[in-house]
């Protein structure tokens, strides 16, 4: 009954008011008629199992979306893609949480784990891993993304996200050159993987007593250690901006849904929302960075 396109855009009115509920977003669509109208909605407005499914299966709709804002973005000359970074940042879920030394415990989240983080200690949720562009010569926006629960390590999605960069990449007609990352993805399987694919990857090298490292580390290490490469390695903190910014936009933290693939397609229609501002500003000659002015 309801198109992919419509349920997208109305998805893109939940995360851009920060409305936390699906019961709260089928009552703000019933009494807006002109934000309706925007979403293709006549009159009747999907009830809130109808949105809790449909969420589930917006997946596959927002990535088509996506490649295609992306390639205008980088035709258009607003962003390159011949550098990313990447990191992580801890989403806390919603409701209780589970005691993280009694594995009984009943939380309102049963996906949510616990993770940790130097900045923040221990958090109760989910973990968002964002590939971005760099302020090198272009706009920071997120590229690629994946929730997993909070106690999986980074390097887990690490490799499928820079995958889908550089398919995104290709299809905009440009090419991954540097991979940005920090010490927690110093691993040689990484470096390999990145080889194959002609990517540097560079990343702080770890040191292990009377062990040889491999000579892509090595290499890594030499270009970290230099002038240029430090400059370079610095804007794999644009990556922790972005992230900063979607949580001060949007509801991601604490979030407004549970279940992992709940959690997983509200993270990409943030995203998605976001890639929207982007390309809005730019095709209104507005600053590409001024996305709080079009968020409720």
């Given amino acids: 009954m309801y198109s992919p396109k419509t349920m997208v855009k109305i998805f893109v009115v939940m995360v851009s008011f920060k409305i936390n509920s699906f019961r709260s977003l089928s009552r703000f669509l019933t009494t807006n008629k002109e934000l309706r109208k925007a979403c293709g909605l006549k009159e009747s407005v999907p009830n809130y199992r109808t949105l809790s499914r449909r969420l589930k299966t917006l997946e596959s709709p927002i990535c088509q979306l996506v490649k295609q804002i992306v390639r205008v973005l980088y035709q258009q000359g607003v962003i390159s893609l011949s550098i990313v970074a990447t990191d ?3 989403l806390e879920a ?4 589970r005691h993280k030394d ?4 009943y939380a309102t989240d049963p996906d949510a784990a616990w993770g940790w983080s130097e900045s923040r200690g221990w958090v109760f949720g ?6 971005t562009t760099v302020l090198w010569r272009g706009e920071i926006i997120p590229l690629s993304w994946k929730v997993t629960p909070a106690n999986i390590h980074d390097t887990i999605p690490f490799l499928p996200l820079i995958a889908r960069v550089c398919q995104r990449a290709q299809f905009s007609g440009g090419r991954v050159r540097i991979s940005l990352a920090d010490k927690g993805y110093d691993y040689n399987d990484n470096y390999l993987w990145h080889q194959k694919k002609k990517i540097w990857l560079i990343t702080p090298v770890r040191r292990f007593k009377e062990r040889k490292e491999h000579f892509l580390k090595e290499r890594a290490k030499h270009l970290v250690d230099s002038e240029q490469g430090k400059r370079l390695y610095w804007r794999r903190g644009d990556t922790e901006r972005a992230n900063g910014q979607l949580k001060a936009l949007y509801l991601l933290d604490p979030l407004p849904v549970i279940g992992l693939k709940h959690v997983q397609n509200y993270c990409s229609v943030a995203c998605f929302a976001f890639l929207v501002g982007a390309l809005y500003n730019s095709l209104n000659g507005r600053s590409i960075r001024a ?6």
């Avoid at 009694?102 to 415990?105: D, E, L, V």
């Fill in 88 to 90: 992580s940042t801890l």
């Fill in 94 to 97: 919603k409701g209780r949480r």
């Fill in 102 to 105: 009694k594995p009984g415990t």
């Fill in 126 to 131: 989910y973990k968002l891993h964002l590939t």
């Fill in 291 to 296: 996305i709080k002015s079009l968020v409720a």
